[in-house]
């Protein structure tokens, strides 16, 4: 049975991944193909899409890169 979070997502967790998702649609990428990109799993991806797993800075980053985006255009939702 899965664990209950403890305290509740942040906001600004759910809209990052709300876009993360939408870039990758837009560029029509598959879950897996952002995954290789980030060198990180499907199911790393599908969380970080959720909001259900809070990314570190550095991969925020990564994000950018590889939707070759800035870091202020992928946290402005």
Known sequence: MPRKRKTPIPLVVINF??????????RK???MDVGAALNID?????KYEKGLQEPKL????KFAKIFEISFDELLNF
Do not use: H
């Open 17 to 26: 991944g709300k876009k993360i998702k939408e870039l990758r649609i837009e």
């Open 29 to 31: 990428m598959s879950q």
């Open 42 to 46: 499907r199911e790393n991806v599908r």
């Open 58 to 61: 550095s991969t925020v980053i």
